[in-house]
């Protein structure tokens, strides 16, 4: 005879045969592993963004700060992630980290970052103006 056991305890399963699990909590943390699998990657951002922010904060005491590539590389900034864009009239992208923004400048020859809050020196941007203006 085929005997089934408990996917999550091993233990042997008992009555209907269509049973997977021996008891509520095999159940239940059956339920929590798939959960905690498929939230592995946001995980993993929410933590690059949470610690690019806390890296932009440090290097911005101020409100604003122009800081070297090689520092926001050197404390383990990533750069490919961020929260979102803003875009000025002048069309300077900011990439924004929660409440700090970075844009990438370059002065005399050498890679840097302007660095702001983002709510004291971004104005509220509407990406549908542009479109607005075009029909007009």
Request: charge should be positive; aromatic fraction near 10%; charged fraction near 25%.
């Amino acid at each position: 005879m085929n005997t089934r056991v408990c996917l999550i305890c091993g233990k042997s399963l008992l009555g209907r045969s269509d049973m997977i699990y021996c008891s509520e909590e095999c159940r239940f943390e059956a339920a929590y592993q798939r959960r905690r699998i498929s939230m592995e990657p946001l995980a993993r951002i929410n933590a690059t963004l949470r610690k690019n922010r806390n890296i932009l904060k440090i290097l911005c005491p101020s409100g604003k700060s122009v800081v070297d590539r090689h520092v926001l590389t050197a404390l383990g900034f990533n750069t490919s992630v961020f929260t979102s864009l803003h875009i000025t009239s002048k069309r300077i992208t900011y990439y924004i980290c929660y409440d700090f923004a970075f844009t990438p400048l370059v002065r005399d020859g050498i890679q840097k970052a302007l660095v702001v809050m983002a709510w004291k020196h971004l104005k509220p941007w509407d990406p549908w103006s542009d479109l607005l203006t075009e029909i007009k």
